[in-house]
């Protein structure tokens, strides 16, 4: 853990600082688009990655308070997530944020295991009905009862973001950045914008877990960005670090400059898009 514990004197991405400007972006966006009422955020990566702990970090920033309505498993070794579920944030008073997180079974590196590519690519164009549950090995097929044959734009995918744990990057199995790679590709066919989340970022870098100002000082985190960038060709300034809302029982504003910078920057990939099609 030697390289893990070094930090830069500088960093070598600027760190968020205004969650102001960021919270008042997100609490005001409202899609342009007409025909789309949440801007879907469709997350995917391999298993444990933490992309239901991101949802509820992204709840936890815009309530105030730590919450945890995505149930998150971290024990089992296995997609704890078996529907395809989408989840809004409550905007108080009253009503919903305007953006919509799809939460996915993980990849596995076995074949009839994990989230089928195929499951992804259909989610990806609006083909998969809400609450649809993913049987590892057996992909949905045109005719089945929770095939969607007739999507509607707010039923694609606005947003593609690729969740993957810091500690994990280097031993990330062949078959699973080949699924990957696979979905990524897809989304480019179609024009979906991606980005990547790299989470767990305390538990990869001792300097980070001591004070999270240091992330991106992190020399260690730093060459996890630049493995990612190379194994999925996603572009560095698209590659973000988070550390989810796991341990802590109140909201810190240096964690939540974390989460709020990456779903700004979210909300505008997918503006775009719509806006473009």
């Known amino acids: ?16 600082q205004n969650n102001k400007a960021s919270l008042d972006f997100v609490k005001s966006y409202q899609p342009r688009n007409k025909e789309v009422k949440h801007l879907r955020i469709l997350l995917h990566g391999p298993v444990g990655a933490g992309k ?11 309530q105030g308070r730590v919450t945890a309505r995505v149930m998150a498993d971290a024990i089992s070794g296995t997609s704890f997530t078996r529907k395809y579920t989408g989840y809004k944030i409550r905007k108080e ?3 919903h944020y305007s953006f919509t997180f799809n939460d996915i079974m993980g990849y596995e590196q076995h074949a009839n295991r994990g989230v089928h590519v195929e499951d992804v690519k259909l989610a990806l164009r609006g083909h998969v009905k ?17 095939y969607n044959s007739s999507p509607t ?43 990547v989340i790299i989470t767990k970022v305390d538990e990869a870098c001792p300097e980070v877990r001591k004070d999270i100002k240091n992330v991106y000082k992190s020399i260690y985190l730093k060459e996890q960005v ?20 796991c341990s802590e029982i109140n909201v810190n504003d240096d964690v939540s400059a974390l989460t709020l910078c990456v779903l700004r920057k979210m909300l505008s990939f997918g503006e775009d898009f719509i806006n473009n099609l």
């Open 1 to 16: 853990m030697g390289a893990a514990s070094s930090v830069l004197s500088e960093p070598w991405r600027q760190l968020p």
């Open 52 to 62: 239901s702990s991101f949802i509820n970090s992204v709840d936890s920033v815009l």
């Open 93 to 95: 008073p009253m009503g």
């Open 130 to 146: 809400e609450h649809y549950e993913f049987i590892p090995g057996r992909p949905l097929k045109e005719g089945d009862l929770d």
């Open 153 to 195: 734009l707010d039923d694609r995918v606005h947003v593609l973001v690729c969740v993957i744990p810091a500690a994990s990057v280097s031993i990330i199995s062949d078959d699973v950045v080949k699924k990957m790679r696979e979905v990524r590709l897809a989304a480019s066919d179609v024009g979906i914008p991606q980005l």
């Open 226 to 245: 630049d493995k990612i960038h190379n194994l999925l060709g996603i572009s560095l300034n698209s590659i973000f670090l988070v550390k989810n809302y």
